[in-house]
């Protein structure tokens, strides 16, 4: 059975954002890619304590897709580490899950 996920990540702005989630969707590594603005982040950074503006990307993909996205991510991200946290989905609308599914499938190399 399809194992579901959500990955998190944030960027440093809408643009940035909106271009990351489109890849990603293109590339059928994500069925959906929510965006969440305003979001305020505080965080120590080699060693000082940060603070700034981001948007938050909810990415919902399988689990054998995740391999290649989080490749994919760390490829598009402008941060030198960026966050990358996977929380599995445990359950939800079978309609909704089986379109993941289907969206998040690997084209076959013919």
């Known amino acids: 059975m399809e194992q579901f996920i959500l990955v998190i990540t944030n960027l440093p702005d809408a643009s940035v954002a909106c271009d990351l989630g489109r890849q990603l969707v293109e590339k059928k590594?994500?069925?959906?890619?929510?965006?969440?603005?305003?979001?305020?982040?505080?965080?120590?950074w080699q060693g000082a304590i940060e603070e700034a503006d981001e948007v938050t990307?909810?990415?919902?993909?399988?689990?054998?897709?995740?391999?290649?996205?989080?490749?994919?991510?760390?490829?598009?991200?402008?941060?030198?580490?960026?966050?990358?946290?996977?929380?599995?989905?445990?359950?939800?609308?079978?309609?909704?899950?089986?379109?993941?599914?289907?969206?998040?499938k690997k084209d076959l190399d013919v």
Not at 57 to 78: D, F, G, M, S
Not at 93 to 99: F, G, H, P
């Open 29 to 44: 590594l994500a069925a959906c890619v929510n965006q969440l603005h305003g979001v305020r982040s505080i965080y120590r």
């Open 57 to 104: 990307l909810l990415i919902k993909t399988t689990q054998t897709r995740y391999v290649e996205l989080e490749a994919a991510i760390k490829l598009l991200h402008p941060y030198q580490v960026p966050e990358i946290i996977v929380l599995p989905i445990v359950g939800g609308s079978k309609s909704y899950l089986d379109w993941i599914a289907q969206e998040t």
